[in-house]
């Protein structure tokens, strides 16, 4: 990844945090990292636990932010989510999947929450 998109990435992981919050998410943590997998956000929406992905493009000419959260993306934050719940004792908590996906391209950003983008646990 570019230098340009590794910061284009982490204005929006920061956007997406400050958004989820707007929308009553708690953020509990921001990119966690465990062994080979990587979770953006970690949010709490009411009791529910969310393990959010979040794609930011500049543009939608290569396709829509929320396709490049493909099959191997998804297993790699569902054995992530797995790590995180089992660490923190939480097996018992309900959990879900979101994508965040933002849109940079004209004066605004464009947010698109996913609840429920992919099923796992």
């Known amino acids: 990844m570019s230098r340009e998109g590794q910061l284009l990435g982490m204005a929006g992981e920061q956007a997406a945090a400050g958004y989820l919050e707007s929308q009553g998410y708690i953020i509990l943590e921001r990119n966690f990292r465990a062994r080979a997998f990587e979770i953006d956000l970690i949010a709490k929406d009411g009791e529910v ?3 959010v992905e979040v794609k930011t493009r500049s543009s939608v000419k ?6 490049a959260v493909g099959a191997s993306k998804q297993q790699k934050i569902i054995m992530g989510a797995s790590f995180y719940l089992k ?7 309900r959990a879900r999947f979101d ?7 004209g004066p605004f950003p464009e947010f698109n929450l996913i609840q429920n983008a992919f099923a796992g646990i």
């Open 87 to 93: 660490q923190h004792q939480l097996m018992n908590q």
């Open 99 to 105: 994508v965040v996906e933002i849109i940079t391209q």
């Open 49 to 51: 636990i969310c393990f």
């Open 62 to 67: 290569k396709g829509l932010p929320r396709e």
